[in-house]
């Protein structure tokens, strides 16, 4: 998958089922109380908005790619952060001294019975 362009074999059923469920989660989440959507929320809503206006540009229609387009900047916007977490460079201690270990296998009692 090329997580900057999405899929490109992403189905119209799938993605709208995508959004369809997550809003109907989101609902029932949210029903009878004051909340909003987190940071991961918006984040999954602009890659499946994106995902859509993706599919609809490809095909032509261009005012439903507009339409799913401005769906996913809003949602992008409204996430805290610049798209997923990125992977760090970690530094570990160097081990003190070296350690060497022997990688061999042999029978001991001449089966073969792995158990």
């Known amino acids: 998958m ?6 490109t074999n992403d189905s119209i059923f799938r993605l709208r089922t995508d959004v369809m469920t997550a ?5 029932v989440a949210s029903v009878g109380r004051e909340s909003e959507l987190t940071s991961e929320a918006h ?3 602009f890659d499946r908005y994106r995902r859509l206006a993706d599919y609809h540009r490809k095909r032509g229609h261009g005012t439903k790619a507009r ?10 916007r409204l996430c805290d952060g ?3 977490p990125y992977a760090a460079a970690m530094a570990m201690p160097r081990p003190r001294q070296w350690l060497t270990t ?3 296998g042999r029978q001991m009692n001449g089966s073969d019975d792995a158990a």
């Open 2 to 7: 090329n997580a900057r362009h999405g899929n």
């Open 23 to 27: 809003k109907v989660l989101v609902w």
């Open 43 to 45: 984040l999954y809503f």
């Open 67 to 76: 339409q799913f387009q401005a769906k996913a900047d809003e949602h992008y």
């Open 82 to 84: 610049g798209g997923p």
């Open 102 to 104: 022997e990688a061999v």
